[in-house]
């Protein structure tokens, strides 16, 4: 059973910093994907960044520059490391764990940027 736990949302600046962080419970060393999605109410969940089992990173456009994800294996953690804030980036943050995808989602948490 995987179960992830994320911590780290709150209120921002525009042009601010956040960093979430995500614990995974269960066999998450053996899972290659593990990632941040994010919802806006009355949108569909999009990907903002991924990160593979070697480190092999992936993100979306619109937080390229601007967002990093890490993951320390031995510890089953991964971070979302957001700069330069934008009101846009205002949503629910999952994480996510899976062997090629999201197949595990944590119960989220909330980025609200103010301009």
């Known amino acids: 059973q995987v179960q992830l736990v994320e911590s780290g949302g709150g209120s921002g600046q525009s042009g601010g910093s956040l960093r979430l962080s995500c614990e995974g419970h269960?066999?998450?060393?053996?899972?290659?994907?593990m990632g941040w999605y994010r919802q806006v109410p009355g949108k569909e969940r999009e990907l903002a960044a991924s990160?593979?089992?070697?480190?092999?990173?992936n993100y979306a456009d619109s937080v390229k520059g601007r967002f990093t994800i890490s993951r320390d294996n031995g510890k089953n953690l991964v971070f979302l490391q957001m700069s330069n804030l934008q009101p846009e980036d205002t949503a629910t943050y999952y994480c996510?764990?899976?062997?090629?995808?999201?197949?595990?989602w944590g119960k989220g948490t909330l980025v609200i940027v103010s301009s």
């Open positions: 996510t764990a899976g062997r090629y995808g999201p197949d595990h």
């Open positions: 269960g066999i998450i060393r053996r899972l290659d994907h």
């Open positions: 990160i593979t089992l070697y480190g092999v990173e």
